[in-house]
């Protein structure tokens, strides 16, 4: 017997979520979003970062609950699991990012322990040294895997003299940051101005505002905000090879320009990647897994920071078909920046971006990271809106001026890490190749 | 000492029943969201694989997405991504899972799609030889080519059990992998991929009657096969410690990790939860007893964790099974010392009891987590169907933030008095990078 693929039904409407949103005194802006599916909260608190010390910035991170006047370490975490809670931050080169979640009948203690943490740390020497010596290790670990050592050669290549070009401390620096250096960036730059907490859950958005401005309406502090230059453009040249001997796989890492949310080539550009290499069913994902078995996970992405974007191409194949893993990749964006894709392959992309955006507001932890992502780019919720009517409009036409303009393999930065002994040679037959060591800072 | 919050309860719907063919289905309306979660979940793991043939449950997981009854290879990864949707498959010590998440106006597509590979995928050397690469390349990013690869999930069973099923690498070895046939795959599909083998489970914005409707039109005509009789994978306990060492030749730090055997998760379900809330007394933050004692008093190890099963599933797992405490060490760091100082503490658990507050503070995260994992329809459907398998009990998804709050500090001692070294099977990560093979990678500082 004979079975036939069954139609999709409608396109389910986007809703968008009930929310509050205000800005209190101290210039923090509070937005409140209500998911009631299961009762807990979840809380993302995005405070702009860009340009401070890398490795205080890391470290700061690691002990901002490590102390305050009445709390140690153990005793903040005691009181965050006392209501089914967590917090934990995170620092990139554009912000720093604390996020949690607990039960919602918990949100008021977890604001209380929160604001006493951002108006009172004290980041203890004694804790102080336990991290510094936990990050230490961790950054020498980073730099035994090959995904860090190849980012690390990416980004360098990419960004030059940009503040970009280096997003992890080296072991000598992040020795040197102490209690003073903690206190002093603290002081200077975790202020609530320009700040946005998100926090979403099973709760009445009024009221968090609310429970937000009584625990958190004494947190105060200002500056300056702090931007850094736009990203310079890519310079493409001879591909980077980076040496890493004995390497059982190469990682090849190709950079192209991109454009932010909000540029109206934006939802073309997301297409045209989505059709090369952008989710499993695209050309180059089926060409150099599928059907030649070089790799397992390739993927394709465009990688927003708020100073500029990038598509970062990405795939570890076996070292033995390293350039003819990086042929079939040249061919695959070759092919999509010159000829137009056929309409099947644009509406299946179409119909995984629209309905991706439907599986990404599903979850409260869903709503939480991409209101807080957007937050940091002056965006709302109702972005999705916009960009889900911009998906549904792009044309052929659209896509292959997007593609020819960002993806055509001209364009791109090459780099490779890997054996330099066994594939330099073959690399060297597609493109003019530059070996350097392999460096984890 | 403030009174200990009260752990919420969520009531999503379940409904069961099963076809004539023996396929076991549960749904769990919920429309909180326009999405919904599909998985099939087939009682075959790791485990069950033939000696000689280390790696075949999951290179089989690999071909079951190549293709089937009416289905190309490729048609699959279209259908669900060109319907919105994003899809795996996973294979685990007991069980194997494939799953997609879309929005819900794709339910019959999904439905279709499932039912389709469940009457037969379509095995070809030519697409056997290309998965076969495929999985090398997913060891080599995940095993061969980082540091601290397979540490501890592969490393692990072998010192702890002697059986082939409970020993053995699951990734499985290049050479096994390579000469697994076209015929093997057949076998494997024939005895183990039975639908009477299978639960089918959705979660999420469906309407059960009219999706009762639907999965019969889709598997109704599926081949009736029984389930085969699971094997009986039973090992008994250690009576003397087990230690082994082995040198990670890009590690560039020490690690351990020591396992210890816990009671059977459905013969004696309150006697295994007691573990399940051990390990997160021992290691969950920065208030857990281990975190507290090794990383911020003694600062003897840089990391810990704890959990059950190999591979940090306590409710998707059967018998035997084993809490694993996991450390890595600073540059020197003495493993002797790590062992001795968690066989104090959990002397310390088991001799002076909780301090107040303790367990319910930490019965009251673990809510969190099953609950936050929970909000996504993909892991109701998927915790359903394990739960309905291997528990034959869909509703526990309700109830397990509640059992956990109902483990006593009593069964929390008894837990923690018999984790005693002789019971215990360690491995120890010799660091290897820097003294041989690629010590120039990451050696090098500007």
């Not at chain 1, 598509?311 to 194949?317: F, G, R």
């Not at chain 2, 590690?251 to 997160?280: I, Q």
């Not at chain 2, 990383?295 to 035997?320: A, H, Q």
Request: net charge negative; glycine share 8%.
């Amino acid at each position: 017997m004979t079975h036939t693929l069954p139609d999709l039904g409608p396109n389910r409407p986007l809703t968008l979520p009930p929310q509050a949103e205000k800005t209190l005194a101290n210039g923090l802006t509070v937005i409140a979003i209500r998911r009631a599916a299961v009762p807990l909260v979840e809380v993302r608190l995005r405070v702009p970062f860009a340009g401070t010390d890398l490795a205080s910035s890391a470290l700061l991170a690691n002990t901002l609950f490590s102390g305050t006047p009445t709390m140690t370490t153990v005793q903040i975490a005691a009181e965050l699991q006392a209501v089914g809670g967590a917090l934990g931050a995170g620092v990139d080169p554009d912000r720093a990012m604390i996020s949690g979640n607990s039960l919602a009948s918990g949100l008021d203690r977890l604001m209380e322990i929160l604001a006493q943490v951002l108006t009172g740390a004290t980041y203890p020497e004694s804790e102080v040294e336990t991290e510094r010596a936990r990050l230490v290790d961790r950054i020498q670990i980073a730099q035994s895997q090959p995904s860090h050592l190849a980012r690390v050669a990416l980004l360098k290549r990419m960004y030059a003299d940009h503040p970009y070009a280096v997003q992890t401390p080296t072991v000598a620096q992040a020795q040197a940051v102490g209690q003073d250096q903690l206190l002093n960036l603290h002081a200077a730059r975790l202020h609530p101005f320009g700040a946005h907490l998100i926090l979403v859950g099973d709760l009445d958005p009024e009221k968090v505002i609310e429970v937000a401005e009584r625990r958190l309406g004494d947190w105060t502090g200002n500056g300056d905000p702090v931007q850094l230059p736009p990203t310079p453009a890519l310079v493409p040249g001879p591909l980077l090879l980076a040496d890493r001997p004995d390497s059982v796989q190469s990682s090849l890492r190709i950079a192209l320009p991109a454009v932010p949310r909000k540029h109206p080539d934006h939802a073309a550009l997301q297409l045209a990647n989505l059709v090369f290499g952008g989710y499993f069913s695209s050309r180059w994902v089926e060409n150099i897994r599928e059907d030649k078995g070089y790799t397992y996970g390739p993927h394709s992405l465009i990688d927003h920071s708020i100073a500029g974007s990038a598509l970062l191409v990405s795939a570890e194949v076996a070292t033995e078909v390293t350039a003819p893993a990086l042929v079939e990749t040249l061919y695959e964006l070759g092919r999509i920046s010159t000829t137009p894709v056929e309409t099947a392959e644009l509406e299946q992309a179409r119909q995984y971006a629209l309905g991706t955006l439907q599986l990404g507001m599903s979850t409260q932890s869903g709503l939480a990271g991409l209101a807080s992502t957007y937050a940091g780019y002056g965006l709302r919720l109702d972005f999705l809106a916009e960009h889900s009517a911009r998906l549904a409009e792009a044309s052929i036409a659209d896509v292959a001026a997007a593609a020819e303009k960002y993806l055509g393999p001209a364009k791109g930065v090459v780099v490779v890490l890997g054996d330099a002994k066994v594939v330099e040679d073959s690399l060297a037959a597609i493109s003019p190749v530059t070996v350097q060591p392999a460096v984890s800072e | 000492m403030a009174l200990a919050i009260e752990i919420p309860r969520t009531r999503y719907p379940v409904e069961q029943f099963t076809l004539p063919n023996g396929l076991r289905v549960v749904l769990a309306p919920d429309a909180s969201a326009p999405v919904i979660g599909v998985a099939v979940v087939y009682d075959v793991g790791i485990r069950s694989e033939p000696e000689g043939r280390t790696g075949f449950a999951h290179l089989f997981e690999h071909l079951m997405f190549q293709g089937s009854a009416n289905l190309e290879k490729l048609a699959h990864f279209r259908h669900v991504q060109g319907a919105g949707g994003t899809f795996n498959g996973s294979t685990h010590l007991d069980y194997t899972d494939y799953f997609e998440t879309l929005p819900s106006n794709a339910l019959e597509r999904a439905l279709f799609l499932e039912a389709d590979r469940m009457r037969g995928p379509r095995l070809t050397e030519e697409n056997l030889r290309n998965q076969v690469d495929v999985v090398k390349e997913e060891i080599r990013v995940n095993v061969l080519n980082r540091p601290y690869g397979g540490f501890p999930w592969l490393k692990l069973p072998p010192v702890m059990f002697d059986t082939f099923p409970n020993a053995h690498d699951g990734y499985g070895s290049f050479g096994d992998l390579e000469s697994a046939t076209v015929a093997d795959a057949a076998d494997f599909f024939q005895r183990f991929y039975a639908c009477g083998n299978a639960v089918l489970s959705v979660a999420g914005d469906l309407d059960v009657d009219e999706t009762r409707k639907l999965i019969e039109k889709h598997f109704g005509d599926v081949e009736a096969r029984p389930a085969p009789v699971r094997p009986d994978f039973t090992e008994p306990d250690l009576t003397s410690e087990r230690r082994e060492t082995y040198t990670d030749r890009l590690a560039p730090l020490p690690a351990v990790a020591s396992a210890w055997r816990v009671p059977d998760p459905t013969k004696d379900p309150e006697g295994y939860l007691a573990y399940v809330v051990l390990a997160e007394v021992l290691t969950d933050g920065d208030a857990s007893r281990l975190v507290e004692r090794l990383v911020l008093k003694d600062r003897t190890v840089t990391s810990v964790g704890g959990y059950i099963g190999f591979m940090g599933e306590p409710f998707e797992v059967r018998d035997p099974t084993a809490l694993v405490l996991q450390s890595h060490l600073p540059p020197g760091g003495n493993v002797d010392r790590v062992l001795a100082t968690v066989d104090e503490e959990l002397d310390r658990l088991a001799t002076d009891g909780l301090a107040a507050g303790e367990l319910a503070r930490t019965q009251a995260r673990m809510a969190t987590h099953l609950l936050r994992d929970n909000d996504a329809a993909l892991n109701r459907a998927l915790r359903m169907a394990v739960l309905e398998q291997q528990r034959g009990d869909a509703k526990l998804l309700n109830e397990l933030p509640h059992l956990i709050s109902s483990v006593t500090e009593e069964q929390i001692v008894t837990a923690a008095a018999a984790l005693r070294p002789n019971r215990r099977a360690s491995v120890e990560v010799i660091p290897g990078a820097g003294s041989g093979a690629n010590g120039a990678a990451q050696g090098d500082e500007q």
